[in-house]
């Protein structure tokens, strides 16, 4: 009979086959010039371990970065790749001031614990990215226009995105509505990986009187690079104003009565303007009247002195043949205070 091995004991040696010396490998990605933690993963106490032991691969073999004891003490050795760059910290994390590409690689987080399952490794693969520069638009020709654009006006927008690790992409929109581009990388990628980006649109001005255009490039990369953008704006020309024709000579506001200076509103004439001319009329007619009642009376009188042979005038008397009742002999000339 074969002697049988008890399910206790089965069990642990199946978990120290597993566990101890296992590791576990993942990517992750920062972006360069900032204070970045890489994770290792255990929610660690000081009573769980006696060591945590972060490296990194330089050359085939792991080079330490620092130690970090269960007491709360830290070592690191003056052959560390991140000197005075990196400290522990939540325990079991490293945290790194002021990554840059050259801290790009493989990473190993390393865990002595205090019981029977011994140690515990845990490997990154760490990428640094590369915040490109804020994207810019330009036009070609460089006197391009940006307010009152004719219609059938033609240039080409230009985006630049400079420095990315890796390059990042290009997208266009009009309004909000995504367009055709033309994208290059220029130069060619480095060999860091890192490199600019080039975009270009040809645009044609269409015809929408007094709109207003606005161009869009949008540069997004790789998680953690952030999304920037640029815009470019464009006023088309306005309708052209309709200006009414004035009188020949008149001059000024063509909706100003050029008599009295008051608006024409088109309702018709104001109150003043018909009191006016009621007034006009009356005096008008007064005129007239006047006129006429003036020659009656002097043609009255004028035709009564030819009836008695006498011609009066300012202070002339005009004498007629003897024996007319207007003769001299018939006539004398009353003295000046004679009443």
């Not at 009836?307 to 024996?323: I, L």
Request: aromatic residues 6%; charged residues 15%; negative net charge.
């Amino acid at each position: 009979m074969k002697p049988r091995i008890p399910t206790a004991t089965a069990f642990l040696l199946f978990t120290l086959l597993l566990i101890p010396g296992t590791k576990q490998q993942s990517e992750v990605a920062f972006l360069s010039g900032q204070q970045n933690t890489i994770s290792c993963g255990h929610p660690l106490t000081s009573g769980d371990f006696s060591r945590v032991i972060w490296s990194k691969a330089v050359g085939g073999n792991y080079a330490t970065i620092l130690e970090y004891n269960a007491d709360g003490s830290t070592v690191e050795p003056p052959t560390s790749p991140l000197v005075g760059r990196a400290r522990a910290v939540g325990n079991v994390n490293l945290q790194v001031d002021n990554m840059v590409v050259g801290d790009e690689g493989e990473y190993e987080c390393h865990v002595r614990f205090n019981n029977p399952f011994g140690d515990e490794r845990v490997t990154y693969n760490v990428v640094v990215r590369v915040q490109p520069s804020d994207p810019v638009i330009t036009a070609t020709p460089s006197d391009t226009p940006v307010t009152d654009v004719p219609a059938g006006t033609n240039f080409t927008l230009t985006c630049t995105s400079t420095g990315g690790r890796p390059p990042v992409s290009h997208t266009w929109t009009l309004d909000g509505t995504e367009i055709p581009a033309n994208t290059s990388l220029s130069p060619t990628p480095n060999t860091d990986g890192s490199g600019d980006t080039v975009s270009t649109v040809d645009v044609v001005i269409p015809d929408r009187k007094g709109q207003t255009l606005a161009y869009k490039c949008e540069a997004t990369g790789l998680s953690p690079i952030v999304t920037k953008s640029a815009t470019k704006m464009f006023a088309l020309e306005k309708e052209p104003t309709t200006t009414p024709t004035s009188p020949q000579g008149q001059t000024g506001d063509p909706n100003v009565n050029p008599t009295n200076k008051a608006p024409n509103t088109g309702a018709g004439p104001g109150t003043g303007v018909i009191v006016g001319g009621v007034l006009g009329g009356i005096a008008g007619l007064a005129l007239v009247a006047a006129l006429v009642y003036f020659f009656l009376i002097r043609e009255k009188k004028h035709g009564k002195g030819k009836e008695d042979g006498v011609e009066s005038g300012d202070a002339d008397v005009t004498y007629h043949a003897t024996g007319h009742p207007g003769a001299p002999e018939n006539l004398s000339r009353p003295s000046p205070n004679q009443p």
